[in-house]
């Protein structure tokens, strides 16, 4: 599909929408290495909606419960550990990521993400725990180090990289976040403001930005049973904050 040795490559994946393969999630792992090389970073998300209760995850799991099951819930949810909270949500190739050894995973409570190879402390630092995926997250890290992004199996609806562009578009909607964390060894919870993350029409931009794209800024390919996309992440991202700008007009 056209990814070279030494890039940072994003990745996206559904096995499941693969098909089967032999070795498992362990050889599509293996392979992703393979083709970056040594000096090759592999990153993913590592999400983990489960710790916070303003996330969409949280509204679906305690639907049609009483005020005091949804207590339950709350006080029951973890703090987020960056070296041992888990990200289900985020499918069976970043858990992977996440737990090899020499794995580096971001701190944001979160929208982290998870990396190997030898970029990746550096295109993970610096990610503020107020800011899921905007300039002080490693997004914009990966658009300054012309990243790549791999959807292997998924669609441009789980394009991580189109929330940059959010941040991008003129005076974005803002809204509070409320998470649990750990501070000095203590659960709490932690309130914030930051972009009103949105990706509802993101499979409509994705349709229009694969129409209007250069040969080099999306390839496509079928892998397994599947059809997946090779996406250069600086034209991604350029393309969503204009489309989303025009779009989404002037909301909030």
């Known amino acids: 599909m056209g990814v070279r040795r030494g890039d940072a490559l994003l990745v996206h994946a559904s096995l499941r929408s693969l098909g089967p393969v032999r070795g498992g999630v362990g050889a599509v ?25 303003t996330s969409p995850h949280y509204r679906e799991r305690v639907r049609g419960l009483g005020a005091g099951e949804r207590a339950a819930v709350r006080a029951a949810m973890p703090p987020f550990d960056p070296a041992l909270t888990a990200a289900p949500t985020a499918g069976v190739l ?23 190879g030898p970029a990746a402390a550096e295109l993970l630092a610096g990610h503020r725990a107020d800011c899921h995926l905007g300039e002080d997250s490693p997004l ?46 203590a659960r709490r919870w932690w309130e914030y403001e930051d972009v009103a993350l949105d990706d509802g029409d993101f499979a409509a931009l994705g349709a229009e930005f694969e129409s209007a794209a250069g ?21 991604a991202v350029d393309f969503a904050a204009v489309w989303l700008g025009k779009a989404r007009g002037s909301e909030g």
């Open 215 to 235: 040969a080099d800024d999306v390839r496509s390919a079928r892998l397994g049973r599947a059809r997946c996309r090779l996406v250069r992440l600086r034209a």
């Open 29 to 53: 792992l293996c392979a992703l290495r393979g083709a970056l090389g040594p000096r090759g970073t592999l990153l993913v998300p590592a999400f983990t909606p489960e710790n916070s209760d």
């Open 94 to 116: 970043a858990e992977r990521v996440r737990t090899t050894a020499g794995a580096v995973r971001s701190d944001h409570p979160q929208t982290s993400f998870a990396g190997l």
């Open 140 to 185: 914009a890290r990966l658009y300054e180090a012309d990243a790549r992004i791999l959807l292997l199996g998924t669609g441009f609806d789980t394009c991580t990289a189109f929330h940059l562009g959010e941040y991008r578009r003129p005076d974005p909607p803002r809204r509070r976040y409320r998470c649990v964390v750990a501070c000095e060894g």
